[in-house]
């Protein structure tokens, strides 16, 4: 029995399930699932796998990490956080073989190497790669950051290391269809407008400490801490050009093109023009 069990969010996952978990499948481990209320395959592609499955109220990915990770009776030295959209390398497999607790004795999180795709293509520049996710950590040391609203990540205090060879893949393919991406990020536009409001008025802290030089997360608080400083509405434009230029996003062709312009600009600009708007309208909550 391997020394780690896999944790996986899902809701209605029927089209990303069935590749992550057979990804998984060959390691042996404890698989679980947090759902939030599929209505179609994914219950049942659970079944087929042998997944123990429970069930929680989505309000946002924070939360329901946080919830899964006080969900499910894990006996196993470490936890590994994945989303349903995402896949597990032979690289990242092989690592996962060899991996025993007693060889990290000092190290209570491990950061995984993620590639993400956008209609079939990996988007190699524009700094999403190399990205560096701490997705394996302690049992009951790492925890759900939160102190954010949209944006997920798992905290552990102590070493942590890097398997920068060990990938995983992440690809949602509901994400080929441009209304499905519109909306999705309109959503979440809400959810980051909402959260730097409540950060402009000291209601929301920065639970990890930022570090240009620290470990990858020190380095997104630091940028975070940065980004917030700029004035709203022109730091879309700074962005997308730092982006597609000094982090030669160009080279990712019309389709990396067409991302960073709709991640790197269009949602960011909409973040701003919300932010503005709920101060206007004092549509928040403090």
């Known amino acids: 029995m391997p020394d780690f069990s896999f944790i996986i969010l899902s809701y209605n996952e ?19 699932v947090l759902d939030s209320g599929s209505t179609d395959r994914t219950l049942q592609i659970c079944e087929e796998y042998g997944v123990i499955v429970a069930f929680n109220k989505f309000e946002n990915h924070p939360k329901q990490w946080h919830s899964a990770l006080s969900s499910f009776p894990v006996t196993t030295p470490w936890v590994i956080g994945l ?26 999180g491990i950061y995984f190497n993620r590639k993400n795709f ?8 524009g700094g999403y790669y190399p990205k560096y996710l701490l997705k394996m950590f302690r049992t009951g040391v790492g925890y759900s950051d939160l102190n954010e609203n949209m944006d997920h990540r798992f905290v552990v205090p102590g070493n942590t290391t890097i398997w920068r060879n060990g990938h995983i893949l992440e690809e949602n393919l509901k994400e080929n269809e441009i209304s499905f991406w519109i909306a999705k990020h ?26 240009i030089l620290g470990n990858p997360d ?21 962005y997308f050009f730092y982006r597609m230029i000094f982090q ?13 312009f709709l ?24």
């Not at 990303?16 to 481990?29: C, E, F, M, N, Y």
């Not at 956008?118 to 520049?125: P, S, T, V």
């Not at 409540?198 to 929301?204: D, G, N, P």
């Not at 973040?271 to 708007?277: G, L, S, Y």
């Open 263 to 286: 991640q790197g600009f269009w949602f960011r600009l909409i973040v701003d023009v919300k932010i503005k708007e709920f101060k206007r309208n004092n549509h928040f909550k403090i």
């Open 14 to 32: 029927e089209l990303h399930l069935p590749r992550l978990l057979a990804s998984i499948k060959p390691l042996g481990a404890d698989i679980f």
């Open 118 to 125: 956008f209609r079939g293509k990996w988007l190699k520049h």
């Open 248 to 260: 030669l996003g160009i080279l990712d062709g019309k389709t990396g093109i067409l991302f960073h």
């Open 218 to 238: 020190q380095r997104v608080a630091f940028m975070k801490s940065f980004w917030w400083k700029l004035p709203l509405g022109l730091r879309p434009f700074l």
């Open 83 to 108: 989303d349903s959209d995402q896949i597990v390398t032979e690289e990242l497999q092989s690592l996962l073989k060899k991996f025993k607790d007693a060889d990290y004795t000092n190290f209570n």
């Open 186 to 211: 309109n959503h979440y536009s809400d959810l980051v407008a909402q959260e730097e409001i409540e950060r402009r008025h000291h209601l929301r802290i920065q639970t990890i400490r930022p570090a």
